[in-house]
């Protein structure tokens, strides 16, 4: 039997959910799909005993005044503002990240400081040089040798690119407002510490991914369809007609809002489009992640937000530690971890058994030093498909192409990392929701 809806959501990821709760503030009604057993797609928040780990090291940043205060809202009050910096794992040293040339001069030779001091000062007369791909922008904010030493090692092993295949906004606008000569003054005079990035974000007291179910409870669960994985989209060229899931129910639409990945709307469409069009979307690829969970029998590893692990030998990108966003992530005698391991399909850690991950995770962490075998409480591995897009240079015009092809079906709308193949944080997600919304036109 054929159900209707106002607007049909696909995907219960961030995006999704932020237009089903800014559309049902309009007064529309709104129906979830959403493929897996749980909503909140890469931010959720899972239990394990009396432990609570987030899907990802997730913070809310307060960049657009509306969204901090809608979400503010929608937490009742259970949003706190977090102070904790963040740092890079260099050689069993900590080094500030962003980076600061203070923190530098205490773990690198005098010779690799003064060449970093010459390039940096011979950037300053680079004037209105177009930085064309991540490589270009990290050499331009840092100098080679800063960068070769902590950006881009990390950097590729993140993507599993080359930085100079990457485009510029995969920092995530982490490098964007940086200014060498302040830093140097730093350098020159300690006392005079230079604020580099906003290092403050908002986090709620039992992880991240109560905030989608803040959301999912105000839309009302009913709305919320799980299990409900998309397998065909009809149209007739103009308009979305009808979505069939993989269970065999079929659904008429009258509106959609996308949230998929961009290459699987393209081969769900019935018909499909130009070959062309099918085999541009099959070449745009994304980056998964594993997540290894560790319970530790300890109360505290560092006072970090996050740790980065620049070198290329290491599998580990990022750890970071979810008591350091909130007490109640942790016992209080007791810490935990959740270490990053990014991987694409078919290489060394993509055949590698969750077993072998941890135990892999387990033994670099112990070398390190970082804690001893008999630290270790419990562990889990969790894995994230989907988890970064890879945003190539050149690949500007295919997405483009892609992403207007999608939109000029009259009643679908595309929003989320994964369609727009673009680096959104949760504020952004948010103000682009409530935007979409406002244009919605039946």
Partial sequence: MKKKHKIDILGGGPAGLSV????????????????????????????????????GAHRFHDKIPSITKEVKKIMGGDLSKINRPSKIYFDGRMIDFPISFSSVMKNLKLSEILKIITENFLNIFKIN???????ELAYAKYGPTLSNLFLINYTEKLWG?????????????????????????????????????????????YGYGTIFDSIAKQINYQNISLNSKVKKIFHDRKKIKEIELENGKTIEVKYIVNTLPINSIIQMLDPLP??????????LKFRNLKICLLELDFPKLSNNASIYFPDEHIAITRIYEPKNRSLQMAPRDKTSLAIEIPYTQGDRISILTDDEVID?????????KLFKESDVLGNRLIDIKNAYPILKVGEEGNIRELVSFLQSFSN?????????????????????????????DF
Avoid at 274 to 283: D, Q
Wanted: with cysteine.
């Fill in 129 to 135: 040089v177009e930085n064309k791909n991540f490589e």
């Fill in 161 to 205: 690119a080359r930085a100079n295949e990457l485009q510029t906004t995969i920092s995530g606008n982490r490098l964007k407002n940086l200014k060498i000569l302040p830093m140097i003054i730093e350098m020159i005079n300690k006392n005079r510490k230079v604020k580099h990035l906003e290092g403050s974000f908002y986090y709620p007291k």
């Fill in 274 to 283: 130009s070959a062309n069009l099918v085999e541009r979307a099959s070449n």
């Fill in 20 to 55: 089903a709760y800014f559309a049902r503030k309009k007064g529309y009604d709104i129906c979830i799909n959403e493929g897996s057993s749980a909503i909140g797609g890469n931010c959720r928040t899972i239990k394990m005993g009396e432990y609570r780990f987030d899907t």
């Fill in 360 to 368: 892999m995770v387990k033994r670099t962490l112990i070398k390190e």
């Fill in 412 to 440: 679908q709308k595309l929003i989320g990392r994964n369609v727009e193949f673009d680096y959104l944080h949760t504020h952004k997600i948010m103000d682009k929701a409530k935007l979409l919304v406002d244009t919605i």
